[in-house]
């Protein structure tokens, strides 16, 4: 998708701020506000931007931790992969899911209160998924770099 300077400064400051205001926006990508709210309305019926949510400090809830496991399934039979897939989506300590290449299948991305819990989650959902061969947890011990936004002023 081939982008101008005002939609790049647009996307990028909708993903500081998603409740900037529309004036707002306009101001900061240079538009006028009529044109830059159907742009955006445009970029959400394309799908470029897929929602708005607040950033939450996981520590703060009281999720300690957090946590990637790596999983390797017994077969790549489509169906099987299929099914650990939608097992995977059900389970809310699990906020992220990547089918990998590599020496791994998936990678997920956990938090969950403690170790306790994590250890509880880990042997009594995770390990009882049908089809796991092997998996490998790996702690985070401090983020530095925590998810943000796509690096849009790339697109330049």
């Known amino acids: 998708m081939a982008l101008d300077n005002k939609e790049i400064t647009l996307l990028s400051a909708l993903q500081d701020d998603g409740r900037i205001t ?23 019926q394309q799908g470029v931007i897929q929602g708005y949510q607040a950033t939450l400090d996981r520590q703060k809830l009281g999720f300690g931790i957090l946590a990637f496991i790596r999983i390797k399934i017994d077969s790549h039979d489509a169906r099987q992969a299929m099914r650990f897939e939608s097992d995977v989506r059900q389970l809310p300590q699990v906020i992220a899911c990547y089918a990998t290449a590599g020496s ?9 209160r403690d170790l306790d ?31 943000a936004g796509l690096p849009v002023e790339m697109l330049r």
């Open 117 to 147: 819990h994590y250890s509880d989650f880990a042997m009594t959902v995770i390990r009882r998924l049908p089809g796991i061969k092997e998996m490998e947890t790996t702690f985070v011990l401090r983020e530095i770099k925590p998810p």
């Open 104 to 112: 791994s299948d998936f990678l997920l991305q956990v938090v969950e």
């Open 22 to 44: 529309n004036q707002q926006l306009a101001d900061k990508s240079g538009m006028a506000a009529s044109p830059c709210w159907r742009r955006v309305r445009q970029f959400e």
